[in-house]
């Protein structure tokens, strides 16, 4: 089993929906939990850690139970600007980041 | 602002041609992280540094080295560059109270 998975994608959604990622992780004593949006041939971006009690930073939110081992990340009313390939990341130990293998989202107009 | 500067943002080599790239950061964070990026690939790392102590990924190859010279500075050293070394090589820092990691922009990395 691979250390974080990621729903397979790609999402294509109209302009203005909801749309939900999916993140599962196997290492239970993992520490730190983010959510990465990187565009084509760029590096990735942090768009919001993600903390036990959930967080929300305008449309996106962001949620963590540990007791599933499980992260998601929702953005409402989607932008064209959102299309980015999603990358759920987690630190198992240490310092060393994890990262899942991505979800690639097109939101179409 | 602070940042993750590295260099070349381009750079091509022949093959089995030495290339070293180069990154740079202004966040004063105690780690430092390389990574290969393939097309469609997540970032896999190579390697990372707790400030002077390196620590070796153990799928990297031997091929690949680093040096980090001072808290600001970390070089990645490719000595004999196969074409199957093609790829964005990200640096990357952590730190902070939140422990988050900022990458630099990459450096795209062509093998002739």
């Known amino acids: 089993r691979k250390e974080v998975e990621q729903d397979p994608g790609p999402f294509n959604v109209p302009e203005g929906a909801t749309v939900a990622f999916n993140c599962t992780y196997s290492?239970?004593?993992?520490?730190?939990f983010f959510w990465y949006r990187q565009d084509c041939r760029k590096e990735p971006k942090l768009l919001m850690s993600v903390y036990s009690s959930g967080n929300e930073d305008g449309r996106f939110t962001a949620q963590l139970n540990r007791a599933s081992q499980y992260i998601s990340l929702l953005i409402r009313d989607s932008k064209l600007s959102d299309s980015a390939t999603y990358l759920c990341?987690?630190?198992?130990?240490?310092?060393?980041?994890?990262f899942g293998p991505g979800t690639r989202l097109s939101v179409l107009p | 602002d602070a940042m993750v500067i590295q260099n070349p943002r381009y750079q091509v080599t022949q093959f089995g041609k030495p290339v070293t790239l180069s990154c740079s950061q202004t966040?004063?964070?105690?780690?430092m992280y390389w990574y290969q990026q393939k097309s469609s690939q997540a970032p896999k790392l190579l390697f990372h540094?707790?400030?002077?102590?390196?620590?070796n990924e153990a799928d990297t190859p031997d091929n690949f080295q680093s040096r980090r010279p001072n808290t600001s500075f970390c070089f990645l050293d490719i000595r004999s560059p196969g074409l199957g070394d093609a790829a964005m090589y990200l640096c990357?820092?952590?730190?902070?109270?939140?422990?988050?990691?900022?990458f630099g922009p990459g450096t795209r990395l062509t093998v002739l």
């Open positions: 290492n239970s004593a993992s520490q730190s």
């Open positions: 966040l004063n964070h105690n780690v």
């Open positions: 990357a820092t952590s730190g902070g109270r939140k422990n988050e990691q900022f």
């Open positions: 540094y707790y400030d002077k102590d390196f620590n």
């Open positions: 990341v987690v630190t198992p130990y240490g310092q060393n980041f994890v």
